[in-house]
């Protein structure tokens, strides 16, 4: 949501237009109701954003009329393709409605002032709801009443495990209620996945006995706090007891906060995972079981915050190990903590530069390999200044 709003932000520069403020997904699997106005601050996003785009909170109604388009932009498309084929459009439409707004602007290859926009609408414009924000920020307060924390990224809930098709750990049943809703959910457009497949491939989500695993062979001691960013997780206390017998200081929004205190953001999932968002970038460490949109996020944040401390598991490698461990040809303990270590010695969110394609990729799989601007938004988030005649740099 945050990168395809974004996005259009900076779409709306180059081609010249107005940004009406945009309309949240209600049809996603979570059927949230939630309105712009609900989820972000709508003043705020318009004022910052004045100087660089207009922005108007509806469409104004002598354009209720006017000729319109509804266009399904090119996903990952760079400046040529929005100033001669989009801009072109007004020739003839006075109104154009963007039918998706996920990756349809190119990671590089951009004019400065373009990334730079994108900058600003990301961490300064897009400030969330002011009710989320103070919410979020008495759950910070709370969970460091418990010492520096770790915030889990948990995708281990409904709608992840059925999409990706991984059904490791669950029950012949859970999985088959699982393919059940892949196959209901018409937007999903893969059905048969081979969860064994998948699994080898990292393409699934840590469970959260891997990922007990995985943060006590980091060498974090058992008194660590650890606050839970997630919705419901599947299978309960069933699937989440491992970890907490691991790690008793286990936390969530549910059981820092009253039911009165979380009762406005109830029934809406977004508003739920802004809170979630808010305190794994305040976080002393942020770890994701999944590589997935809010995951991704929430680490190009922490990098244009200074590169907090964010650790990103090699599933790939992990699942290799802990199968061995499940087979008894490899124990817990030093040897498995060192492998572990040492995998992730330069997977913890330092600096570098943005990912290039993967090699020998082509056509729109080669974009689609490319690392996310929103993941990695350095260099072009670093403002360069003059100070004393000496030039430096600053995030």
């Known amino acids: 949501m945050r990168a395809g ?46 100087n660089d785009v207009k922005v108007v909170r509806k469409l104004p109604k002598d354009l209720a009329t006017a000729t319109r388009a509804v266009k399904h932009l090119r996903s990952w498309s760079g400046i040529d393709y929005y100033q001669d084929e989009i801009a072109h459009m007004w020739e003839e439409y006075q109104v154009i409605r963007a039918a998706k707004s996920d990756s349809r602007l190119a990671n590089n290859n951009l004019p400065p002032d373009i990334q730079k926009l994108r900058c600003r609408a990301c961490y300064q414009a897009l400030r969330f709801a002011p009710r989320i924000e103070a919410m979020g920020k008495l ?10 924390f770790i915030a889990l990224h948990l995708r281990y809930e409904k709608d992840m495990l059925a999409f990706s098709g991984c059904t490791h750990g669950l029950s012949p049943v859970e999985a088959e209620e699982l393919a059940t809703i892949r196959e209901n959910t018409a937007y999903w457009k893969v059905k048969d996945i081979d969860p064994i497949e998948q699994r080898a491939r990292g393409l ?24 839970i960013a997630a919705g419901e997780i599947y299978g309960g206390d069933n699937q989440i007891s491992e970890l907490r017998s691991r790690f008793p200081i286990l936390m969530s929004k549910e059981n820092l906060a ?3 205190e979380l009762e406005p953001f109830m029934g809406h999932a977004s508003q739920m995972a802004a809170l979630d968002y808010i305190v794994s970038v305040e976080s002393d460490v942020f770890i994701p079981s999944y590589s997935g949109n809010m995951a991704r996020a929430v680490e190009g944040h922490r990098r244009f915050l200074g590169h907090r401390k964010t650790i990103s598991p090699d599933r790939k490698a992990l699942v290799r190990l802990f199968d061995k461990v499940e087979r008894g040809s490899l124990k817990e303990g030093k ?12 997977r913890q969110g330092s600096p570098r530069r943005r990912k290039g394609p993967i090699s020998g990729t082509r056509g729109m799989d080669r974009f689609r390999s490319e690392e996310s601007f929103y993941v990695n938004p350095l260099p072009d988030c670093l403002c360069q200044k003059e100070m004393s005649g000496v030039n430096g740099s600053q995030i």
């Open 5 to 50: 709003i974004c996005d259009m932000v900076a779409v709306a520069r180059i081609i010249n237009a107005t940004l009406v403020i945009p309309e949240l997904d209600k049809r996603s699997f979570w059927q949230d109701s939630s309105n712009f106005s609900d989820v972000f601050d709508e003043n705020h996003f318009i004022s910052v954003l004045v």
């Open 139 to 148: 759950l910070v307060e709370r969970m460091r009443s418990y010492g520096r």
């Open 204 to 227: 699934c989500p840590l469970t959260p006995k891997e990922v007990a695993m995985f943060i006590t062979a980091l060498g974090y001691p058992s008194n660590t706090p650890i606050y």
């Open 258 to 260: 009253s039911v009165d």
């Open 335 to 346: 040897g498995l903590s060192d492998r572990i270590v040492e995998i992730h010695r330069r």
